[in-house]
């Protein structure tokens, strides 16, 4: 398939990596999803968070919305976390290492949480969603650093939202 070099499956239900393989030239690179459109659902929301170093966004998801996730510059640490109940990997999670030096796009499943640190000293983190954002009172938060999941993140003490300073225990 023309610009991806594979897709990679996890013990997670559902969640893919898909290494792209861009078009590159003199001007730059081109990243493109097109031939793999019959494997996501329709995405409906597309969003873009820009963060400083040390910055950690999430854990955050909800039960109904699939995501798909890049970074376009810099780089993060993304972790997701299997949140569905009755799921034989709830509390699993997996971590990933993305930057726009190295293109890669993670579809995350509904009912997994995600959450992503920045590494670099400014990042631009792109996802799209299967669904309209409905705010986060309809969303789970768990704490970062929730000792049940024991995510390995490479820092102590991050740029935390007061939303997810206060987040819920697993």
């Known amino acids: 398939m023309k610009y991806i070099k594979s897709i990679n499956k996890f013990r997670i239900k559902g969640l893919l990596e898909i290494e792209l393989d861009p078009f590159c030239d003199e001007r730059g690179e081109i990243w493109s999803l097109h031939e793999t459109c019959n494997i996501f659902p329709t995405f409906v929301e597309d969003k873009v968070t820009i963060?400083?170093?040390?910055v950690l966004r999430g854990l955050h998801g909800d039960n109904e919305t699939d995501k798909l996730i890049?970074?376009?510059s810099g780089e993060i640490l993304l972790s997701v976390v299997d949140y569905r109940k009755g799921s034989s990997t709830f509390g699993a999670f997996e971590c990933f290492k993305l930057s726009s030096k190295a293109p890669k796009i993670i579809f995350v499943p509904a009912g997994c949480l995600n959450g992503h640190l920045c590494l670099s000293e400014e990042c631009v983190f792109f996802y799209k969603w299967s669904k309209k954002y409905d705010g986060p009172e309809n969303q789970f938060t768990i704490k970062w650093n929730d000792p049940t999941i024991?995510?390995?993140?490479p820092i102590e003490n991050p740029i935390l939202s007061k939303r997810d300073q206060e987040g819920n225990l697993l």
């Open 51 to 54: 963060s400083k170093k040390n």
């Open 70 to 72: 890049c970074c376009l």
């Open 150 to 153: 024991n995510i390995p993140w």
